[in-house]
Protein backbone atom coordinates (compact mmCIF):
# COMPACT_ATOMS: atom_id res chain seq x y z
CA UNK A 1 0.00 0.00 0.00
CA UNK A 2 1.05 3.52 -0.90
CA UNK A 3 1.88 5.93 1.93
CA UNK A 4 -0.19 8.13 0.57
CA UNK A 5 -3.37 5.94 0.76
CA UNK A 6 -2.15 4.49 4.26
CA UNK A 7 -2.15 8.64 5.81
CA UNK A 8 -5.42 8.60 4.19
CA UNK A 9 -6.69 5.76 6.22
CA UNK A 10 -4.89 6.90 9.44
CA UNK A 11 -7.02 10.46 9.24
CA UNK A 12 -10.01 9.14 8.76
CA UNK A 13 -9.71 6.31 11.57
CA UNK A 14 -8.74 9.20 14.07
CA UNK A 15 -12.05 10.71 13.68
CA UNK A 16 -13.82 7.70 14.06
CA UNK A 17 -11.80 6.36 17.14
CA UNK A 18 -12.22 9.81 18.92
CA UNK A 19 -16.15 9.25 18.42
CA UNK A 20 -16.00 5.86 19.85
CA UNK A 21 -14.07 7.33 22.85
CA UNK A 22 -16.53 9.88 23.38
CA UNK A 23 -19.71 7.38 23.03
CA UNK A 24 -17.83 5.08 25.91
CA UNK A 25 -17.76 8.31 28.09
CA UNK A 26 -21.22 9.38 27.20
CA UNK A 27 -22.46 6.04 28.67
CA UNK A 28 -20.53 6.42 31.46
CA UNK A 29 -21.76 9.73 32.32
CA UNK A 30 -25.55 7.96 32.05
CA UNK A 31 -24.51 5.05 33.94
CA UNK A 32 -23.21 7.30 36.72
CA UNK A 33 -26.65 9.43 36.72
CA UNK A 34 -28.53 6.42 36.92
CA UNK A 35 -26.35 4.77 39.61
CA UNK A 36 -26.36 8.03 41.84
CA UNK A 37 -30.68 8.55 41.65
CA UNK A 38 -31.02 5.30 42.81
CA UNK A 39 -28.73 5.06 45.63
CA UNK A 40 -30.48 8.21 46.56
CA UNK A 41 -33.55 6.41 46.80
CA UNK A 42 -32.29 4.48 48.78
CA UNK A 43 -30.95 6.34 51.52
CA UNK A 44 -28.10 8.47 52.73
CA UNK A 45 -25.90 5.08 53.55
CA UNK A 46 -25.92 4.10 50.00
CA UNK A 47 -25.40 7.49 48.16
CA UNK A 48 -22.48 7.97 50.52
CA UNK A 49 -20.73 4.61 49.59
CA UNK A 50 -21.50 5.38 45.75
CA UNK A 51 -19.68 8.46 45.65
CA UNK A 52 -16.77 6.94 47.16
CA UNK A 53 -17.03 4.11 44.33
CA UNK A 54 -15.90 4.04 40.65
CA UNK A 55 -18.32 5.81 38.55
CA UNK A 56 -19.67 2.76 36.91
CA UNK A 57 -19.92 0.44 40.40
CA UNK A 58 -22.43 0.62 42.78
CA UNK A 59 -22.66 -1.38 45.84
CA UNK A 60 -25.64 -1.97 47.84
CA UNK A 61 -25.29 -0.80 50.89
CA UNK A 62 -26.72 -3.26 53.89
CA UNK A 63 -28.63 -1.61 56.46
CA UNK A 64 -27.02 -1.21 60.00
CA UNK A 65 -28.60 -3.00 62.32
CA UNK A 66 -29.08 -1.31 66.19
CA UNK A 67 -27.80 -3.06 69.40
CA UNK A 68 -31.27 -2.77 70.27
CA UNK A 69 -32.90 -4.33 67.50
CA UNK A 70 -30.03 -7.78 68.22
CA UNK A 71 -31.45 -8.09 71.86
CA UNK A 72 -34.59 -9.99 72.65
CA UNK A 73 -36.72 -9.47 74.97
CA UNK A 74 -37.09 -12.10 78.17
CA UNK A 75 -40.86 -13.23 78.06
CA UNK A 76 -42.35 -13.43 81.75
CA UNK A 77 -42.88 -16.93 82.39
CA UNK A 78 -46.58 -17.52 84.34
CA UNK A 79 -45.76 -19.82 87.42
CA UNK A 80 -49.57 -20.49 87.92
CA UNK A 81 -48.95 -24.02 86.99
CA UNK A 82 -46.21 -24.63 89.89
CA UNK A 83 -47.98 -23.26 92.04
CA UNK A 84 -51.06 -25.59 91.72
CA UNK A 85 -48.82 -28.61 91.73
CA UNK A 86 -47.14 -27.10 95.41
CA UNK A 87 -50.93 -26.71 96.93
CA UNK A 88 -51.73 -29.87 95.78
CA UNK A 89 -48.69 -31.91 97.05
CA UNK A 90 -48.74 -29.49 100.78
CA UNK A 91 -52.59 -29.84 101.64
CA UNK A 92 -51.97 -33.89 100.77
CA UNK A 93 -48.38 -33.69 103.27
CA UNK A 94 -48.66 -33.89 107.21
CA UNK A 95 -45.45 -32.93 109.05
CA UNK A 96 -45.98 -36.18 110.77
CA UNK A 97 -44.96 -38.02 107.73
CA UNK A 98 -42.40 -35.64 106.02
CA UNK A 99 -41.02 -38.90 104.26
CA UNK A 100 -44.00 -39.19 102.18
CA UNK A 101 -44.34 -38.73 98.95
CA UNK A 102 -46.52 -35.32 98.92
CA UNK A 103 -44.39 -34.28 101.71
CA UNK A 104 -40.90 -34.67 100.11
CA UNK A 105 -42.62 -32.72 96.52
CA UNK A 106 -43.98 -30.10 98.43
CA UNK A 107 -40.05 -29.50 100.36
CA UNK A 108 -38.51 -29.93 97.04
CA UNK A 109 -40.31 -27.44 95.74
CA UNK A 110 -40.97 -24.96 98.51
CA UNK A 111 -37.57 -25.32 100.98
CA UNK A 112 -38.77 -22.79 103.33
CA UNK A 113 -41.98 -23.63 104.06
CA UNK A 114 -43.55 -25.61 106.71
CA UNK A 115 -45.92 -28.84 106.33
CA UNK A 116 -49.43 -28.30 107.75
CA UNK A 117 -49.97 -30.60 110.30
CA UNK A 118 -54.17 -31.88 110.17
CA UNK A 119 -55.09 -33.53 113.22
CA UNK A 120 -55.65 -37.29 113.14
CA UNK A 121 -59.38 -37.59 112.63
CA UNK A 122 -59.92 -34.73 109.72
CA UNK A 123 -59.88 -37.38 107.65
CA UNK A 124 -61.08 -36.43 103.93
CA UNK A 125 -62.59 -33.40 105.33
CA UNK A 126 -58.50 -31.77 104.79
CA UNK A 127 -57.97 -33.34 101.75
CA UNK A 128 -59.65 -30.95 98.61
CA UNK A 129 -61.06 -33.10 95.82
CA UNK A 130 -59.32 -30.79 93.50
CA UNK A 131 -56.87 -27.63 92.86
CA UNK A 132 -56.95 -24.88 90.62
CA UNK A 133 -54.58 -22.08 89.75
CA UNK A 134 -57.27 -19.03 89.05
CA UNK A 135 -55.14 -16.09 89.28
CA UNK A 136 -51.49 -14.71 88.51
CA UNK A 137 -50.11 -11.38 89.61
CA UNK A 138 -46.23 -9.71 88.59
CA UNK A 139 -45.19 -8.49 91.69
CA UNK A 140 -41.66 -7.68 90.78
CA UNK A 141 -38.99 -8.74 88.61
CA UNK A 142 -39.41 -12.27 88.75
CA UNK A 143 -41.72 -12.57 91.82
CA UNK A 144 -45.24 -13.89 91.50
CA UNK A 145 -48.06 -13.96 93.52
CA UNK A 146 -50.51 -17.00 92.37
CA UNK A 147 -54.26 -17.82 93.86
CA UNK A 148 -54.72 -21.22 93.94
CA UNK A 149 -58.61 -22.51 94.83
CA UNK A 150 -58.81 -25.57 96.83
CA UNK A 151 -62.38 -27.23 96.47
CA UNK A 152 -63.44 -29.66 98.89
CA UNK A 153 -65.82 -32.73 99.37
CA UNK A 154 -68.50 -30.62 100.90
CA UNK A 155 -68.22 -27.90 98.17
CA UNK A 156 -66.55 -25.64 100.83
CA UNK A 157 -63.60 -23.44 98.53
CA UNK A 158 -60.38 -21.81 99.66
CA UNK A 159 -58.44 -19.87 98.16
CA UNK A 160 -54.51 -19.89 98.46
CA UNK A 161 -52.04 -17.16 97.49
CA UNK A 162 -48.57 -19.05 96.88
CA UNK A 163 -45.24 -16.53 96.76
CA UNK A 164 -43.39 -17.42 93.74
CA UNK A 165 -39.66 -16.58 92.25
CA UNK A 166 -38.78 -17.75 88.74
CA UNK A 167 -35.61 -17.02 86.69
CA UNK A 168 -36.08 -14.59 83.35
CA UNK A 169 -35.99 -17.55 80.91
CA UNK A 170 -38.64 -19.45 82.84
CA UNK A 171 -36.72 -22.56 83.06
CA UNK A 172 -36.88 -22.62 87.20
CA UNK A 173 -39.25 -21.54 90.11
CA UNK A 174 -38.99 -22.11 93.73
CA UNK A 175 -42.23 -20.98 95.98
CA UNK A 176 -40.75 -18.83 98.78
CA UNK A 177 -42.65 -19.64 101.43
CA UNK A 178 -45.87 -21.02 103.40
CA UNK A 179 -49.04 -20.51 101.15
CA UNK A 180 -51.66 -17.86 102.75
CA UNK A 181 -55.48 -18.44 102.77
CA UNK A 182 -56.99 -15.36 101.07
CA UNK A 183 -61.15 -14.45 100.16
CA UNK A 184 -61.52 -15.60 96.87
CA UNK A 185 -61.96 -12.99 93.48
CA UNK A 186 -64.20 -10.95 93.06
CA UNK A 187 -67.67 -11.18 91.09
CA UNK A 188 -67.03 -9.40 87.91
CA UNK A 189 -69.68 -6.97 86.02
CA UNK A 190 -71.25 -9.05 83.27
CA UNK A 191 -71.84 -6.87 80.18
CA UNK A 192 -75.44 -6.73 78.78
CA UNK A 193 -76.11 -9.03 76.52
CA UNK A 194 -76.70 -7.48 72.55
CA UNK A 195 -78.74 -10.31 71.43
CA UNK A 196 -81.87 -8.65 72.32
CA UNK A 197 -84.36 -9.63 69.76
CA UNK A 198 -86.29 -12.66 70.23
CA UNK A 199 -86.37 -14.78 66.91
CA UNK A 200 -89.61 -17.22 66.64
CA UNK A 201 -90.24 -20.11 65.31
CA UNK A 202 -89.45 -20.42 62.14
CA UNK A 203 -86.84 -20.95 59.39
CA UNK A 204 -84.01 -19.02 61.47
CA UNK A 205 -84.88 -21.56 64.55
CA UNK A 206 -85.56 -24.36 62.54
CA UNK A 207 -81.73 -24.18 60.68
CA UNK A 208 -80.17 -23.57 64.54
CA UNK A 209 -81.76 -26.56 65.45
CA UNK A 210 -81.28 -29.03 63.06
CA UNK A 211 -77.51 -27.85 62.69
CA UNK A 212 -77.17 -28.60 66.77
CA UNK A 213 -78.74 -31.54 65.89
CA UNK A 214 -76.13 -33.21 63.22
CA UNK A 215 -73.29 -31.30 65.24
CA UNK A 216 -73.99 -32.92 68.81
CA UNK A 217 -75.92 -36.16 68.28
CA UNK A 218 -74.46 -37.65 64.46
CA UNK A 219 -77.62 -37.24 63.01
CA UNK A 220 -76.76 -36.24 59.63
CA UNK A 221 -74.67 -34.47 57.59
CA UNK A 222 -73.22 -30.93 59.34
CA UNK A 223 -71.80 -30.16 55.92
CA UNK A 224 -75.49 -29.78 54.53
CA UNK A 225 -75.87 -26.56 56.88
CA UNK A 226 -72.87 -24.55 56.06
CA UNK A 227 -72.69 -21.91 54.29
CA UNK A 228 -70.57 -22.49 50.88
CA UNK A 229 -66.46 -22.02 52.13
CA UNK A 230 -66.92 -23.13 55.81
CA UNK A 231 -65.66 -25.92 57.22
CA UNK A 232 -66.89 -27.62 60.74
CA UNK A 233 -66.41 -31.05 62.01
CA UNK A 234 -68.79 -32.37 63.91
CA UNK A 235 -68.29 -33.44 67.76
CA UNK A 236 -67.02 -36.80 67.74
CA UNK A 237 -68.25 -39.17 69.18
CA UNK A 238 -71.16 -37.92 69.16
CA UNK A 239 -72.00 -37.15 73.41
CA UNK A 240 -76.01 -36.50 73.23
CA UNK A 241 -78.91 -38.62 71.59
CA UNK A 242 -81.46 -35.29 71.13
CA UNK A 243 -80.99 -31.67 70.90
CA UNK A 244 -84.06 -29.28 71.55
CA UNK A 245 -84.15 -25.59 70.75
CA UNK A 246 -85.45 -23.96 73.75
CA UNK A 247 -84.66 -20.02 72.83
CA UNK A 248 -82.77 -18.12 69.80
CA UNK A 249 -82.28 -14.74 70.34
CA UNK A 250 -79.91 -12.27 67.82
CA UNK A 251 -78.54 -8.98 67.48
CA UNK A 252 -79.74 -7.94 63.84
CA UNK A 253 -83.50 -7.41 63.41
CA UNK A 254 -83.30 -8.97 60.05
CA UNK A 255 -83.41 -12.51 62.39
CA UNK A 256 -86.68 -11.87 63.55
CA UNK A 257 -88.78 -11.61 60.26
CA UNK A 258 -91.30 -13.80 58.84
CA UNK A 259 -88.96 -14.52 55.69
CA UNK A 260 -85.84 -15.15 54.53
CA UNK A 261 -84.21 -12.00 53.38
CA UNK A 262 -82.04 -11.55 50.18
CA UNK A 263 -78.67 -13.04 49.50
CA UNK A 264 -75.74 -12.23 51.67
CA UNK A 265 -77.84 -10.78 54.78
CA UNK A 266 -75.55 -12.21 57.77
CA UNK A 267 -77.42 -12.27 61.83
CA UNK A 268 -75.77 -13.28 64.91
CA UNK A 269 -77.38 -15.43 67.13
CA UNK A 270 -77.69 -16.79 70.74
CA UNK A 271 -79.50 -20.36 70.73
CA UNK A 272 -80.19 -21.90 73.97
CA UNK A 273 -80.79 -25.52 73.50
CA UNK A 274 -81.19 -28.97 76.13
CA UNK A 275 -79.62 -31.57 75.16
CA UNK A 276 -80.48 -35.11 75.97
CA UNK A 277 -78.22 -38.46 76.92
CA UNK A 278 -78.59 -41.76 79.02
CA UNK A 279 -77.17 -39.25 82.06
CA UNK A 280 -79.67 -36.94 82.01
CA UNK A 281 -80.79 -33.46 80.31
CA UNK A 282 -78.04 -30.77 80.11
CA UNK A 283 -78.74 -26.72 79.14
CA UNK A 284 -76.36 -25.57 76.93
CA UNK A 285 -75.71 -22.39 75.04
CA UNK A 286 -74.25 -21.67 71.35
CA UNK A 287 -73.30 -18.60 69.57
CA UNK A 288 -73.95 -18.87 65.68
CA UNK A 289 -73.82 -16.58 62.64
CA UNK A 290 -76.17 -17.86 60.23
CA UNK A 291 -76.19 -15.88 56.22
CA UNK A 292 -79.14 -16.05 53.79
CA UNK A 293 -78.33 -18.12 50.57
CA UNK A 294 -80.85 -19.13 48.20
CA UNK A 295 -83.82 -19.07 50.53
CA UNK A 296 -82.55 -20.43 53.33
CA UNK A 297 -80.06 -20.12 55.86
CA UNK A 298 -76.68 -21.56 56.23
CA UNK A 299 -74.18 -21.24 59.19
CA UNK A 300 -71.54 -19.73 58.59
CA UNK A 301 -69.72 -19.53 61.87
CA UNK A 302 -69.83 -21.06 64.78
CA UNK A 303 -69.02 -18.39 67.89
CA UNK A 304 -69.34 -19.82 70.68
CA UNK A 305 -66.98 -18.58 74.05
CA UNK A 306 -66.83 -14.93 72.17
CA UNK A 307 -67.81 -12.21 73.94
CA UNK A 308 -70.89 -11.11 74.61
CA UNK A 309 -71.15 -8.04 73.15
CA UNK A 310 -71.97 -9.32 69.96
CA UNK A 311 -69.67 -7.91 67.75
CA UNK A 312 -67.97 -8.60 64.47
CA UNK A 313 -65.41 -11.29 64.90
Not at 49 to 57: E, F, H, K, L, M
Not at 144 to 171: I, K, L, M, N
Not at 276 to 304: C, I, K
Amino acid sequence: MSPGKQAAEREAAAPMAAGARLEVMRRRVRLSRLAVWTVIAAGPIALGIAITSSPTTVEAAAPAKSAGAARTTAVAADPAGYAQLFVNAWLRSSADDASSAQARLAQSMAPDAELPDPAADAGAQSTPQSVMAVRSAQRADGAWSVTVAAQYADGAVRYYAVPVTADRAGASFTVTGAPGVVAGPARAEVQKSSYGVSVPEGDLSAAVGEFLAAYLTGAGEVDRYLAPGVSLSPVSPAPYTAVDVQQVSAVEEAAAGEQVPADGTTVRVLAQVEARDTGGRWPLAYELALTSRSGRWEVSALESGTALNGGAR
